[in-house]
């Protein structure tokens, strides 16, 4: 009787010996498959970022997964592949006419988010087929997700015009209510500010850089994007494009990455898009489709209807406490108000971050001696140093400044400001279709071509009162109808009637190298000579589950 009872013990040890050298075998293999699968979706998401298309994103996941699990998968096995992702995974390489049409691998609708389900890997089993169990499977997938490096969300719908370069003060959103003043100029510390020469024909001297002798919008697009709301059903409506200001553009957008997107010197946008849509792939609309079907836009059209009101709303305030709520936003936060220490009745009685960009210099001794003095000046409080003599010590730092012989110029703190964004650096050199325009500029730009993204610091806010006035500016008597406050500008009673809208935007470029690579990474950022290219350096690619 001990005798069958041990036997029987060792037959119940051996099967489950076996099953635990199987379990190992299937767990190490369960192992394996996640990273297989992790590392797939981050290398694709590292391509897509690149300007690579969906295709080239798929494609990378079938050669990443397969060399992580060292065996083939099959095509086939992609297609008979099966998942259930949550609902907000719309887009699948089936629903786009990818190669192969696996339903294992998905986007949300924004495209902001991946999805890679791998294939169930299949292995024989060496000991559980005793007990009639022949093989065993295991299943992995991961989600990756493309979140904004810096604070303040995305690229805004904006543009730089092509030439824009390190230090300009550019123009990024206009008007038509007439030119404002010319700038108040500083004169060295102790001496008071006055105004400005002002322009004399092919010479800028010291317009403003909103002034029509430096910036020509066109007749109605006035420097703003329309980009489509790929999480609401593809709309082009200004709330939109009120959210985009506000919070960055939803989706990712793209660039053309090798050759950049080019336009004959005398010849015309829209002959230059015609010449490549249909002919070459690089061209991607923004859009269309029910769905917003295109990935990674470099192709957006121009906005012909953001009205100052709306870009009050985006910026600082709903005007009248009606245009935010009367446009669905009134539950998100206007731009300039996203930072954890506001300044009060800055500008339009309004609230908002004022902190100017040299409040965040490091403090490193390998600056240029310009941005040091003005480093000095603030921090000291030299009140001998009145805004326009630092304003202009600082773009006299930013044009001083060299990437190759200098220091970062910018803590990370930066990345918290509101006022630090990207904006789509275009192939157009004016908004308008012919680029060597009459006068008018017209007719208007129908689209932008995107080569580039670069940082800026959204500097200038205008205010058109419509009529005679004073201004904010107690040194400038001249008799006109702008109201202007710059970051780190402030007035004893404000700037600008509470019921104002804002009339026009400007920034002041940055390098890339200036700032950490935390938030721009200049090996990465596109249209440099030598570079790849990838928005890595606006998104960055992270995991979750």
Same mark, same amino acid.
């Given at each position: ?212 002798? *430096? ?66 792939? +690089? ?64 500008? *339009?009685?309004?609230?908002? +971050? ?31 140093? +009145? ?82 006035s004073l201004g904010c500016e107690i040194l400038d008597l001249r ?17 600008g009637p509470s019921n104002g809208a804002i009339d026009r935007l ?16 200049p090996d990465l950022l596109p249209g440099i000579p030598g570079n ?14």
């Amino acid at each position: 009787m001990t005798l069958v009872f041990v036997a029987l013990l060792l037959v119940v040890l051996m099967v489950f010996a076996a099953f635990a050298v199987d379990l190992g075998l299937i767990m190490n293999e369960r192992r394996q498959d996640q990273g297989a699968v992790d590392s797939s979706a981050m290398s694709a998401a590292v391509v897509a970022l690149g300007g690579g298309d969906l295709q080239a994103a798929v494609n990378e996941v079938l050669a990443q997964a397969a060399f992580d699990v060292n065996r083939a998968i099959t095509d086939q096995q992609w297609i008979d592949c099966r998942d259930t992702p949550p609902a907000a995974y719309v887009h699948t390489a089936v629903s786009l006419s990818l190669t192969p049409r696996t339903p294992c691998i998905s986007w949300t609708v924004d495209f902001s988010k991946m999805r890679v389900r791998l294939p169930d890997q299949v292995l024989k089993t060496s000991f559980a087929r005793v007990i009639g169990i022949d093989t065993l499977s295991t299943r992995a997938f991961a989600e990756v997700e493309f979140v904004p490096r810096t604070e303040g969300g995305a690229a805004l719908p904006f543009v730089a015009l092509a030439g824009a370069s390190t230090g300009q003060h550019i123009c990024i959103r206009t008007s038509s209510s007439g030119d404002p003043p010319t700038q108040m100029v500083g004169n060295g510390p102790g001496n008071p500010a006055t105004v400005g020469v002002p322009a004399t024909p092919g010479q800028t001297n010291d317009a403003d850089p909103c002034d029509g002798t *430096v910036y020509d919008p066109g007749s109605s697009t006035f420097g703003t994007l329309t980009p489509r709301d790929y999480k609401g059903g593809c709309d082009t409506q200004n709330d939109n494009v009120m959210e985009a200001i506000m919070q960055g553009t939803d989706h990712p957008t793209g660039f053309f990455a090798d050759p950049p997107f080019s336009i004959p010197n005398g010849g015309t946008s829209s002959a230059a898009q015609t010449a490549r849509v249909g002919s070459d792939n +690089d061209v991607h609309v923004d859009g269309p489709g029910p769905r917003c079907t295109t990935f990674m836009p470099n192709t957006i059209e121009m906005n012909s209807g953001l009205s100052a009101g709306n870009l009050r709303c985006a910026l600082v305030s709903p005007r009248n406490s009606d245009v935010c709520s009367a446009n669905g936003n009134a539950n998100n936060t206007p731009r300039m108000k996203r930072a954890t220490s506001l300044q009060s009745n800055v500008f *339009v009685g309004e609230s908002i +971050d004022n902190t100017p960009a040299w409040e965040y210099f490091t403090s490193s001794s390998n600056l240029p001696t310009s941005c040091k003095d003005l480093r000095t000046a603030h921090q000291t409080n030299d009140v001998d140093w +009145d805004f326009y003599d630092r304003r202009e010590a600082f773009l006299e730092c930013l044009d001083d400044w060299n990437k190759n012989s200098h220091d970062q110029l910018f803590t990370e703190a930066i990345g918290g400001s509101p006022r630090l964004a990207y904006v789509p650096q275009i192939a157009e050199r004016r908004l308008c279709d012919a680029q060597d325009p009459p006068a008018n500029c017209t007719p208007t730009l129908a689209f932008a071509h995107v080569n580039s993204y670069l940082p800026i610091f959204l500097n200038k806010l205008y205010v058109n009162a419509g009529g005679n006035s004073l201004g904010c500016e107690i040194l400038d008597l001249r008799p006109h109808s702008w109201y202007m406050q710059e970051a780190g500008q402030t007035f004893p009673l404000g700037c600008g009637p509470s019921n104002g809208a804002i009339d026009r935007l400007s920034a002041i470029v940055f390098d890339c190298a200036m700032l950490p690579k935390a938030i721009c990474d200049p090996d990465l950022l596109p249209g440099i000579p030598g570079n790849d290219g990838s928005i890595q350096t606006i998104f960055e690619a992270r995991l979750f589950r």
